[in-house]
């Protein structure tokens, strides 16, 4: 069975939906291979209202004709309102009330049937082939083939790449995001169908919102794996979207997907699971519109002698370039346990050399001491530092780190 969809709008994007073969058979009207959609939707007449359903969510008016050939379902769409279910077996008595203009004749051809009085299908029907063929020739035989619903052929499929894109145009500025989020929940479930329908993933969202007062607001979200978790995707562009909310009201929106070939994986019999990527990324971007979106990710050491310098980078769930690997080989005497933030401190000197010390919960005479360490960088830039450290030992037997800067005095960390 074939449909055909006849109307205006991008009915190519609404046809790949629901089948991977569409053909682009005349302006305005596109037809797909119906083929399997009985086994989710049931009968011709259901997946025509599946089909006219989504068209009504996209805003789309059109007409739908469903056939046992391709070219009954696309004279039926363009010659009948509303939705069309064509018999099997009986298109030339479907059909017989169509004007002939509908298939197409060559203008000659066309001003002949037009003396003759032939205005509809089966008038053309009626005539015998042979006369046909000796008076109008192979283009007149193929015209009664079409009037009598008899052609067999296969569609054309689309050869351009399919481009996994969407948009909608609001009837009224939208503000809220509840309400935008319906909008986006409509894309997301029809970019996820096309995708799913040809065994694809995405790994990349692209959205872009056309405001109100004529400037763009653009939003793109990249995921660790491919995947079609809509609902994780809807919440995802959720929060970008409270974090760097348009500048005014939305009145239309687009939305395109990267297709990708979804990914396979296999856990270990004994490695403990780990979380789904999706749902983790999930989960760090409700961390980040708590916390900051710079105080989550994996942190980076940065290439400069300043202690404890680094940046947080996107979490992968990899090792990052900065991270560091402890084995056997260089086993550790003491760790230092550091202080975040540093832990402002008074200190005396004897000698040039710190004597007592008394900050947050540390307090005591200094036994032992080594250093000091002295330490400066950047002094290219207007961000140059310099520093002194210490290690000390009190009374009571603590081992603190202590360190100097044009600040004062800072207990930086305790080793264990």
Known sequence: M??????????????????????????????????????????????AAAIARRAAEYGLDIRIAIAANPDAAIRAARGIEGISIVPQGDEAKFLSMLPVTLLDPSP???ETLDRWGIHRFRDLALLPPLGIAERLGVEGLRLRELALGQTVRKLIPIEDPIRFESELDLEYP?????????MLARLLNGLATRLATRALAT?????RLKLENRTTHESRLRFPVPSLDTKAFLKLLHLDLEAHPPAAAVIHVWMGANPVKPQAAQSGLFAPLAPEPVALKLTIERVKAITGEDRVGSPELLDTHRPGAFRMTEFTGGRGK???CVTKTSPIQLALRRFRPPLQAQVSLAAEHPCFVAAKNIRGKVQDHAGPWRMSGDWWTTYSWWREEWDIALAGGE???LYREPGGWFVEGSYD
């Open 174 to 182: 939208v503000e809220l995001l509840e309400s935008l989020a319906f």
């Open 203 to 207: 790994n990349e969202l692209h959205l």
């Open 399 to 401: 081992l603190y780190r």
């Open 108 to 110: 000659e051809l066309r």
């Open 322 to 324: 900065g991270a560091a």
């Open 2 to 47: 074939f449909a055909c969809l006849y109307g205006s709008g991008d009915l190519t994007a609404l046809a790949c939906e629901f089948s991977p073969v569409v053909e682009r058979s005349a302006p305005g009207a596109v037809t797909l291979d119906t083929t399997g959609l009985d086994r989710l939707f049931g009968f011709p007449q259901n997946i």
